[in-house]
């Protein structure tokens, strides 16, 4: 029996026996009891009243139960062009090498890049980043030298990128970790310590140099006090300020979900830590100082990293930053715990995959540089 049906029946049997049998007397011949309709309309306003418990506003499960109607609730929709694609590009023409701690993710020789992206740019790969991986041996030094070398890895992709896809969006992540021989940001004292002032010069010079070999955009993630302004300086009196996008790594958190990161391109430090220049997990409030001063030292996009442990911070940089891109980077931790735990059956990898996409979004971002790229361009046709 259907709740409006028992209504009715409730409603009917507890009236007037009296009023009853004269109802139904008066009802029309083989048409509807005035008491059946007085029943009718009990139960509906019945129903209504026990469902609805504050103002009529409290019902919304009209508001999304079609699939195009969910999809409209959604402040900002995941499209290709918001996605940059993390590559590593080695210094070994030819090598093709899977990252075991960061499944599907291989590192590429300047060989193997244009076949791997060509497909990806015919289903809508819109941008990629570039992280340099100098595999040489000797090639380290306490420097990072081979940071700008014209034949280093990163600058040589650069040049075949544009020649080959003039369309793409070219990012390059600006560090030296991957460069200097005791693995840390920037150049050391003595005593071990960062040098400020001439890691701030060094890791300027690098970004200068991608630039001028054509990089659209540099992305300097070492966390030295003042590289964004002392890297807009430099571009604008290269004259080329007006052409090169700086996005900068504003709030960067040490922690551990840099590991497959950090095997895919050699860059863990030789001793120590990072935690001195990189941010403390609980540092929000530094975050948010370093947000601000990274606009007011010229920064064009403002990143947070990692991605899904810090929506919050992602959140203050929209507030902060409102009239600017947001970025976040979703690291090779976040990418390979998601991707263990779909191959251990917790859930369905692709749609784990997009929530926390989503999540990202709706946290302000509005670019996210993920290693899901090369599969949300298939699953966002879909």
């Known amino acids: 029996m259907s709740f409006s049906t028992l209504m009715s029946d409730i409603a009917f049997r507890d009236r007037d026996p009296l009023d009853r049998t004269s109802s139904q007397s008066r009802g029309p011949p083989g048409g509807v009891s005035r008491a059946a ?131 793409l969006y070219i990012v390059a992540d600006v ?44 992305a300097p993630s070492d966390m030295n006090d003042g590289r964004v302004r002392a890297i807009k300086l430099k571009l604008i009196e290269a004259g080329i300020a007006h052409r090169v996008t700086l996005m900068s790594y504003a709030a960067k958190f040490s922690g551990c979900l840099y590991g497959p990161f950090r095997d895919a391109a050699g860059s863990c430090p030789s001793f120590g830590d990072r935690k001195c220049y990189q941010l403390p997990p609980g540092g929000r409030g530094l975050a948010r100082r370093a947000i601000r001063r990274d606009i007011d030292e010229g920064a064009d996009i403002i990143m947070v990293k990692p991605a899904s442990a810090y929506l919050d911070i992602i959140s203050d940089a929209k507030e902060i930053g409102k009239d600017m891109p947001i970025a976040a980077y979703q690291v090779s931790g976040e990418y390979a715990m998601i991707h263990a735990a779909a191959k251990a059956g917790v859930f369905d990898m692709r749609e784990m995959a997009t929530e926390s996409l989503q999540g990202i979004l709706r946290a302000g971002a509005t670019i996210v540089v993920t290693y899901w790229t090369p599969r949300m361009l298939d699953w966002l046709e879909t």
Not at 75 to 80: A, G, H, I
Not at 185 to 209: F, T
Request: glycine residues 8%; charged residues 20%.
């Open 37 to 167: 309709s007085y029943a009718r309309s009990f139960a509906s306003t019945a129903a209504t009243s026990v469902s609805i418990s504050g103002g009529i506003s409290s019902q919304m499960h009209s508001g999304y139960g079609h699939p195009l109607t969910r999809s409209w609730q959604a402040e900002r929709q995941l499209t290709k062009s918001m996605l940059i694609y993390p590559l590593f590009i080695s210094d070994i023409a030819n090598e093709e090498t899977d990252i075991p701690s960061l499944p599907d993710q291989q590192r590429r020789g300047i060989n193997r890049i244009a076949s791997h992206l060509e497909p990806l740019i015919a289903k809508g790969l819109r941008s990629v980043i570039l992280f340099g991986v100098p595999l040489a041996p000797h090639v380290k030094n306490a420097l990072g030298s081979a940071a700008d070398d014209p034949e280093g890895p990163v600058i040589q992709a650069i040049r075949v990128i544009k020649q080959r896809f003039p369309e």
């Open 175 to 218: 560090c030296l970790c991957e460069y200097t021989s005791h693995g840390h940001c920037g150049i050391l004292r003595d005593d071990g310590s960062l040098n400020n002032e001439l890691s701030v010069d060094r890791i300027s010079d690098v970004a200068m140099a991608y630039a001028e070999a054509g990089a659209h955009c540099v």
